[in-house]
């Protein structure tokens, strides 16, 4: 069959069950925890446009950047720009283009269903819901095939999911009512490893209500802060002091093995309109409030960006903008295959699970940790060195 039965470990950006005219590909997850594709290939009329539309079998992206603007950007409004993971410019970018009748499409947590998941926003406050990051693999199939092609929509999701979204549009010669925005990604863990985390916290918290990955408490440069607020009590959890899910996600212990071996999206490569993300860096170093990283990628893109009357935008190179982004893929933690065992035999794991593989961890890398610090050492010999040749 001409389709995408044959596809394992992708992107799993859905795309394929969205543009699948005959509605026979659906969209679940698979022994290790990512969206995958399953065929029912009897109903399957060999038209290939899930093959087609598919970023991951597809070399290269699916735009040709004419421009490239950059800037730092943050809202004017301050509830805004406090409630965003940086600085509320993806925010500002929706409630622009909504005012303007486009429809806007993004992603918020279903508290019910445990998921991220896209969602459709016709108004400015159900929008709201989309604000702040969601450090999870989004099910994307119910927002994107509740897309109408004849309208006009921002939409928003990882590289990954606007490149393949891109070329359905494409496809389907909709391309010019669609604004595409993406964000630096780092990708995206199991979702075996969110359910173990929910299942670790939840009995702390009671019924779920609320969940966020990023917080401002402790200022913007400290903001990878776990809050789960249930019926019973609230948690709050920074990755500085060791939070779980930021210590398998960030530490790469369950990643996507596409996100590792196959993302072609690092840095400046992109298939959207405009790409977002935090602006770290020494140039707002001393900003606690957050800032954004604003990147227009083409005519569209930056007519969006000049029109936004309630951020400030301030013009940099894009060396500047992107500084400290990944230029490349995440590699695989040196435990990665035992926690892969461990998530697909159950959720239910402890957290002295973790914390005891992390010692292993630890002592399994120690000769690294020693080769850094020798080769820290030779380089400030070398800047001693110099500093006194100055001299």
């Known amino acids: 069959m001409n389709n995408v039965s044959d596809i394992k470990d992708c992107f799993g950006c859905g795309v394929c069950a969205v543009s699948c005219p005959k509605t026979t590909i659906t969209i679940a997850l698979n022994k290790n925890g990512f969206y995958e594709p399953v065929v029912d290939e009897s109903r399957c009329i060999d038209c290939a446009i899930c093959r087609n539309v598919c970023s991951f079998i597809n070399s290269g992206l699916s735009l040709e950047k004419t421009e490239i603007t950059s800037f730092a950007s943050w809202s004017n409004d301050e509830d805004v720009r406090l409630r965003a993971s940086s600085g509320g410019v993806g925010f500002e970018i929706g409630k622009l283009l909504i005012n303007q009748g486009y429809k806007a499409c993004g992603v918020r947590y279903n508290i019910d269903k445990r998921r991220a998941e896209h969602y459709i926003a016709d108004n400015v406050e159900d929008y709201k819901a989309s604000i702040g990051s969601k450090y999870i693999q989004s099910y994307t199939v119910c927002g994107l095939k509740s897309v109408n092609l004849k309208e006009k929509y921002l939409v928003t999701g990882t590289p990954c999911q606007i490149d393949s979204f891109r070329r359905y549009i ?56 776990m809050n789960l607020v249930g019926a019973n009590r609230e948690i709050y959890s920074l990755m500085s002091e060791g939070d779980l899910f930021y210590r398998l996600f960030l530490g790469d212990w369950c990643m996507n093995p596409a996100c590792v071996k196959n993302c072609k999206f690092k840095y400046k490569a992109s298939s959207a309109d405009i790409r977002i993300g935090d602006l770290w860096g020494e140039t707002y170093k001393e900003d606690e409030k957050g800032v954004s990283a604003a990147i227009a990628f083409t005519r569209k893109g930056k007519e969006i960006l000049d029109g936004l009357k309630h951020c400030t935008l301030k013009s940099h190179s894009f060396e500047v903008v992107a500084e400290g982004q990944m230029k490349k893929n995440a590699k695989n933690a040196i435990l990665y295959p035992i926690a892969k065992n461990i998530l697909n035999h159950g959720q239910n794991h402890s957290l002295r699970t973790w914390d005891r593989l992390a010692r292993i961890a630890f002592l399994l890398d120690i000769p690294s940790i020693f080769k850094y610090k020798i080769q820290r050492a030779i380089k400030n010999e070398n800047r001693n060195h110099n500093n006194a040749s100055c001299h």
């Not at 009512?177 to 490893?193: A, E, Q, T, Y």
């Open 170 to 225: 494409r496809k389907s010669k909709k391309e010019d009512n669609f604004i595409l925005m993406d964000f630096f990604c780092h990708g995206v863990p199991s979702m075996w490893m969110w359910e173990n985390y929910l299942n670790i916290n939840e009995p702390l918290v009671g019924k779920l209500q609320f969940v966020s990955w990023r917080n401002k408490k402790t200022g913007w440069h400290n903001s990878y802060a």
